[in-house]
Every structure is written in C-alpha cells, then in structure tokens.
C-alpha cells in the first residue's frame, strides 16, 4: 500500500503570496490532519478532515484554511504569507478517526520557505 | 490550558544501554497516548500507543509505561543501537480529533 504523499516538498514564496498544499491520504484512509512544525513551536495541529468536513481546527488565523475531496485527499491553503509561516507542513491520514485510538501516518512534508 | 511536557534537552547515551525517555501532561485526562520517532526532515513516524487502563505496553525493545495519577508517561528503550537516534514525540488526543504532541525529546546514541 502506497504511503501519504504531500506535493509539493520544498516550496519558496514571498511574503503576502499565498500557497496550496495538497496531501494524498493511504488508500481507503477517510480522516486527513494537516500539522506545522516549527523549531520554536513544534509539531502543531492545524485542523482535520473527514468525509469532506473539517471536524477540528487548531489555534491558527484564518489565513490557514483547508478542505477534502470526495476521494479523501486533502489541500490547505495559506494566504497572505508572512515570513513566520516558514515551517515544514505535514498531512496524517487515518482510517477513520470514529473510535479513538486510530494510528496516524504521516506524509513527508512539504518544506515552506516564505522570503 | 492543556499542556504535555518533554525533556528539551538531548538525551545521549551509550550503546547497549537503555533510554528512558519522560512525557509530563496536565490539565488532561486522555485515554490513550502515543509515542512516535521521527527523524530528521521526514514525518513522524508511529511507535506505541497505550491505554489508560493499561499500565505497561511493550514492542520489541520497547516498553512505554502509563501513570494517570502522576500524569506521566515513560518510553524505554533497551538495548539502545545508534540506529535509534532520533527525536521520539509524545502526543495525547485533545478530544475531538485534536492530537497534541510535545516537543520531542533527541536522542543520540554513541557507538
């Protein structure tokens, strides 16, 4: 089985553009998190998806946003970029998130560079 | 605010030996937390997850340790091999499909 892929992996933009990130959940897998990592702040949760609705949402503005597709992948979008935006941006699928406990897998990431 | 709390400082030990590796949390009540690895520049990478009901789980040369009076979780690693040099995160489910992770501990592990 194909692991979680996120497009792309290194991306440079400048401040006030704004950019998309797209995340290809495992295959049959319907929930999708999306996660900054910063060396400051760590891995932080930016919201999930499941069926197409965000369930949860982080503590981020709402220059963060994302959505899911009926065939479960995932794209977050990030406008007006500042240059503390910078960071390494991770997906996490799962199978479905209804009973606690579901493993995450995580896609590689895609690194940010905002200039 | 719900917090969860890791070692910051880098742990380094000698091959052979066993890491013990500490995740502090308060203000919560998790039924389960999950232990990860990651390595530099790639997404974590699952490990263990333990219950709340559970008070020791192994995995190989893995044993994580669950105490929900002292709010603290314990990841061992025996038999430690440079191999398992990497930074291992601690992460809780915040309720509603909300996981937070702690910083992470690095471990180094000299041959």
């Known amino acids: 089985k194909a692991g979680v892929t996120q497009t792309p992996r290194y991306l440079i933009k400048t401040r006030g553009q704004q950019v998309t990130l797209s995340c290809s959940p495992i295959s049959g897998h319907r929930s999708v998190s999306w996660y900054q990592q910063t060396p400051g702040q760590g891995l932080q949760f930016l919201f999930e998806y499941f069926s197409e609705t965000q369930r949860n949402k982080g503590n981020f503005p709402g220059r963060f946003s994302g959505r899911q597709f009926s065939n479960s992948r995932s794209e977050m979008n990030v406008s007006t970029l500042e240059l503390g935006d910078s960071a390494l941006y991770l997906c996490?699928?799962?199978?479905?998130?209804?009973?606690?406990?579901?493993?995450?897998?995580f896609g590689p990431g895609t690194r940010l560079t905002v200039l | 605010s719900q917090k969860i709390e890791q070692n910051s400082e880098a742990l380094n030990i000698q091959e052979g030996k066993t890491a013990t590796l500490t995740c502090n949390y308060t203000n919560y009540s998790p039924a389960y937390l999950q232990w990860y690895r990651q390595d530099p520049g790639r997404g974590p990478v699952f490990l263990l997850l333990i219950r709340e009901n559970e008070k020791e789980k192994r995995k190989e040369r893995l044993k994580v340790t669950f105490d929900t009076t002292l709010k603290q979780s314990l990841f061992h690693i025996t038999a430690s091999q440079p191999a398992d040099s990497a930074t291992y995160l601690c992460?809780?489910?915040?309720?509603?499909?909300?996981?937070?992770f702690g910083a992470g501990t690095r471990l180094f592990v000299k041959a």
């Open positions: 996490a699928s799962s199978a479905t998130r209804l009973m606690s406990a579901d493993t995450q897998y």
């Open positions: 992460a809780l489910e915040d309720g509603g499909f909300k996981t937070i």
